[in-house]
């Protein structure tokens, strides 16, 4: 099948066995690859209410089709699971050339199932699984771990690995690759450590199919052309995604202070430009991008060099602005410091900031904790990651991330807990953005930018105005997820104007005949559709209530800054999710319909929900 | 042509492999490419470009002489090749090929790297430049 490897490999750790299985084409027929092979495949395969720590859950790894492939930027991979932190469908992409790799070993997706006695590193070289002992790497950092298991197998291997905050189950874990590459959301990296994987090394030797060499590398060139004779690309690369920091504040939009504010005074010290004034020593660049966002950066901390890939901007905002860090150096290092220990810095920074505020408000005390802890101090900051990582006195509360947090903790603490279905909001506030707020509202896995990065739609179209706003998250709901299938990345698109109707021809050239967008947005909302489902199972009453932003964003207004006394109150979040539900055919209560879901051919789901009870 | 590179503006990507295989091999398979570009992490932090200069050492230990200097380039007999792998053992870039069942294979200089390299870390010496679209 042109564009795919053709196979899936499937390893039991707790077995230690593996198989290699022919690719289903209906699979492929319907839900592209990516994200869509491995939401689906936790979907088939994952009993409802399994445990996600338990036997019972699986972790799958599947790059697309145009992975590995001469086009822009065709290095994503995307992993999936049950979450621990949302208890749904989660799913992370990243970046790097791993993906790339499990199609050069010839798979379209690797599946992970079982739970192994001891510390194990997945070792594939093409048709070979080796289980490696991995005890003497337990514990160890995620730097260290590649590092050693570089050397240890060969350059040529390209590594993903957890840290101890994956060996520990923390809720918002990691997956870390090529020394600064991660898989961040939806804590992945724990259901990892709690099948004992410590690292997947992969390596593969095979080609790709494809329908017609000559055409891709001569569409592929044509390609990579475009992308240099776009305007946007000489302001772009050379800060990648920190370079927007200063746009962020300038719109009210910069978390800071757990959001209590979207302005950060000083940003200018931690944006791109101080990073390249100050940190970056090379691009880092994905598998074939043509315009690399990732930064290499060195430090000097207490007289040692230290490494870090980044900043880059979610970090910037979540541990930067959220957590008050005023250096570009401090956040670098926390940086490093979250990517060694295996914590996703996006949820890492939300938790240390929540957890800061309620210092400040008395509801986590020095007495718990030993010491003094304050905003925008970088040792409060290691402190508490260290905590969280090891799961150490109120850093055992904080690991299980802001949802569970606050409601042990009370006093209304859930009001500040920025998440949203149990996975923390990223770093975008939306209190002056509606169409920014509904996208992180409805984003299948929890308050995540990434399904539909809105906000410039909101500064183009009226800040203040709900009028459309909703229909365009469903838009970009659909565009943007449609990435995450063929396994390219979208940045070029979003950042320099690249347009979609380009990767058409590379479509053709792979796959030999026709394909569009519109045949890939069909899939993107079929599975857009699965993963809703798939929550309303899973968790009782699911619906319409889960959607709501926390209260701080319809209840208190920004502090200062541009978007000062700015908020979206309870019944403008009601008329966005109304436009919502009925832009994507759903019930007021937030179900997909019977229609909706014959439509997209969702026939499996609808038994599913008539059997429990959930559709008449 | 004769290629050279300037290692600081790597960045990793692979697309001179990918355009390599592509081109000599009609595959999209950058392990079956004819340079290398490697990432020194998580230090010092940079990249190397392993590429074929010419250097003919492949020719010194060939024991058939199926390798010899036809112009800019050093090319390989296919007929004299006896697949032994002294040059594959002796090539101070692990950029000649060997495959199960093949000839040995090397660098033509075609140029494929030069015009696909996105940064221009990898140009034409000849002319000083560099592909970059």
Known sequence: MNGYAGYILRIDVG???FRKEVLDRKLAKDFIGGRGFVDKLIYDE???????????????????????????????????????ATGIIGDSNMGGHFGPEIKYAGYDMLIIEGVSNTPVTLVIDDDKVDFKDASDLWGKGSFETEETLKKQLGADFQIATIGPAGENKVYFACINHDFGRQAGRTGIGAVLGAKKVKA???????????????????????????????????????????????????????????????????????????MKDKIIVTDKGCFACPTPCGKYSRL??????????????????????DCMLPEIEDVAYANRLCDDLGLDTISGGAVIAFALECFDKGIITKEQLGRDISWGDIGSFEFLANIIAKRQGMGDLLAMGTRIAANRLG?????????????????????????????????????????????????????????????????????????????????????IGFELENYEAMFEAVFGERTTWQDIYVAAD????????????????????????????????????PAKGKLIDRASCDRLLDDYYMERGWDKAGHPTKKTLEALGLFGCIDELKARGLMA | MHLATIDKLCSGCKACQLACSMTRRKEVNPKRSFIRPEGRFPAPGDYIIKYCTQCGECANVCPTGAISKKGDIYDIDEDLCIQCGACVAACPFSVMLLLDGEKAKKCNACGACVAACPRAAVYDSDTSKGGRY
């Open chain 1, 200 to 274: 997947i090394a992969v390596k593969g030797s095979k080609s790709i199919p494809v329908a017609d060499p000559d055409a891709v590398l001569k569409v592929g060139m044509n390609l990579y052309r475009k992308c240099f004779e776009k305007p946007g690309l000489a302001e772009w690369t050379p800060l990648g995604t920190a370079g927007v920091t200063p746009w962020v504040n300038e719109v009210g939009a910069f978390p800071t202070k757990n959001f209590q504010t979207t302005y950060f005074e000083g940003h200018e010290k931690i944006g791109g430009q101080a």
């Open chain 1, 46 to 84: 994952v009993p409802v209410g399994a445990d996600p720590f338990g036997p019972l859950n699986k972790v799958a790894a599947a790059p697309g089709p145009l992975s590995g492939i001469f086009t822009p930027a065709s290095g994503k991979v995307q992993f999936g699971t049950l979450s621990p």
């Open chain 1, 411 to 495: 006093h209304d603490s859930i009001r500040f807990a920025t998440q949203v279905k149990g996975l923390e909001w990223s770093g975008y506030d939306a209190r002056w953005a509606p169409a920014m707020m509904i996208s992180y509202m409805t984003a299948d896995i929890g308050a995540h930018h990434n399904r539909s990065w809105a906000i410039t739609f909101d500064v183009a179209k009226g800040r203040d105005t709900l009028e459309g706003k909703a229909k365009r998250a469903v838009e970009l709901q659909r565009i943007r997820p449609a990435f995450d299938l063929i396994g390219c990345c979208r940045l070029q698109w979003v950042e």
């Open chain 1, 526 to 561: 079929r599975l857009w559709n699965m993963n809703r489902v798939r929550a309303m199972l899973e968790i009782p009453g699911f619906g319409r209530d889960d959607d709501y932003p926390p209260k701080r964003f319809m209840e208190e207004p920004v502090l200062s800054g």
């Open chain 1, 15 to 17: 077995a230690k066995a």
């Open chain 1, 300 to 321: 000097k901390k207490e007289g040692k060099d230290v490494y870090v890939e980044g900043p880059e901007y979610e970090t910037i905002a979540m541990l930067g602005g």
